[in-house]
T-cell receptor, first 115, second 114 residues
């Protein structure tokens, strides 16, 4: 149980375009979802926290107009990278917590490459 | 700000060797501490956790003790197996609820040779 999926697992886009990444909790209702970013050989950095039906809370230094987060249901959150540039290339990981415990369950990640 | 420092990898050991992966933290307040493991192609999985000083988390033969005096949470296992090969992340969370994100270390790649 407690499975989180991400789609796509890998995406390449051209500079200036937008790309959407989906994060789904498959077998539980996720009251809170988190988005992290990971650079090579670096730690995961929390980007934002989203609660179903509410606006996301962004960490300091994260551009909310560039990284649009929507948590429209208890099983789905999306991260849209708008007007992507090569410096946005990274590994994006989501996690979710349910209603029973505060443990975070992680998705496998999405590798974004902007050319 | 809050931070987690863990030993750089890769760490290469022979099967049945003793494992220690060091982790120290800096935090305002009293964090909960975690070890996550990531196997190739999979998401991070919680390995063990401790929520207060002197607590010991344990799972699958791995142990870590929350040491407030040394701000450490070192991961240990007495006899590693090839299947333990993975990336291990130490992390902290300041809040006690489900709405609080985690602060991670950089991860330690562990390679166990048969």
């Amino acid at each position: 149980g407690a499975v989180v999926s991400q789609h796509p697992s890998w995406v390449i886009c051209k500079s200036g375009t937008s790309v959407k990444i989906e994060c789904r909790s498959l077998d539980f209702q996720a009251t809170t979802m988190f988005w992290y970013r990971q650079f090579p050989k670096q730690s995961l950095m929390l980007m934002a926290t989203s609660n179903e039906g509410s606006k996301a809370t962004y960490e300091q230094g994260v551009e909310k107009d560039k990284f649009l987060i929507n948590h429209a249901s208890l099983t789905l959150s999306t991260l849209t990278v708008t007007s992507a540039h090569p410096e946005d290339s990274s590994f994006y990981i989501c996690s979710a917590t349910g209603t029973v415990s505060y443990e975070q369950y992680f998705g496998p990640g999405t590798r974004l490459t902007v050319t | 700000g809050d931070s987690v420092t863990q030993m750089e990898g890769p760490v290469t050991l022979s099967e049945e060797a003793f494992l220690t992966i060091n982790c120290t933290y800096t935090a305002t307040g009293y964090p909960s501490l975690f070890w996550y493991v990531q196997y190739p192609g999979e998401g991070l999985q919680l390995l063990l956790k401790a929520t207060k000083a002197d607590d010991k988390g344990s799972n699958k033969g791995f142990e870590a003790t929350y040491r407030k005096e040394t701000t450490s949470f070192h991961l240990e296992k007495g006899s590693v197996q090839v299947s333990d090969s993975a990336v291990y992340f130490c992390a902290l969370r300041l809040g006690g609820g489900g709405a609080d994100g985690l602060t991670f270390g950089k991860g330690t790649h562990l390679i166990i040779q048969p």
